[in-house]
């Protein structure tokens, strides 16, 4: 069974930096893309940023500039850097992936999300 497992949210304020950890454990054989989505009160999830196995990324325009998305793929494990943090970037940040396993002899790719971490800014 596969699991992704995130870390490193909490409290900060306004300007001040957070990384997050996203980790992935199981009977993996590979992990395609990966991504953070974040999820606000009353709102719908939305993209954060992505980074497919090669390292190309992809980011939110509210987030461009100020986040950096990075994986360890020989531990399967990807990274969000936030700098320069805003109220608006509070919410439930979750991680994404495209994960590759092997079962009863069949090879198969499936989507899967971690728990969610908290990310709360104040002004």
């Known amino acids: 069974q596969v699991q992704l497992v995130e870390s490193g949210g909490g409290l900060v304020q306004a300007g001040g930096s957070l990384r997050l950890s996203c980790a992935s454990s199981?009977?993996?054989?590979?992990?395609?893309?990966m991504g953070w989505y974040r999820q606000a009160p009353g709102k719908q999830r939305e993209m954060v940023a992505t980074?497919?196995?090669?390292?190309?990324?992809n980011y939110a325009e509210a987030v461009k500039g100020r986040f950096s998305i990075s994986r360890d793929n020989a531990k399967n494990t990807a990274f969000l850097q936030m700098n320069s943090l805003k109220p608006e970037d509070t919410g439930v940040y979750y991680c994404?992936?495209?994960?590759?396993?092997?079962?009863?002899?069949?090879?198969?790719?499936?989507?899967?999300w971690g728990q969610g971490t908290q990310v709360t800014v104040s002004s």
């Open positions: 980074i497919a196995y090669g390292g190309r990324t």
């Open positions: 199981g009977s993996i054989l590979g992990v395609n893309a």
């Open positions: 994404n992936a495209d994960v590759v396993t092997k079962s009863t002899g069949l090879t198969r790719m499936s989507n899967y």
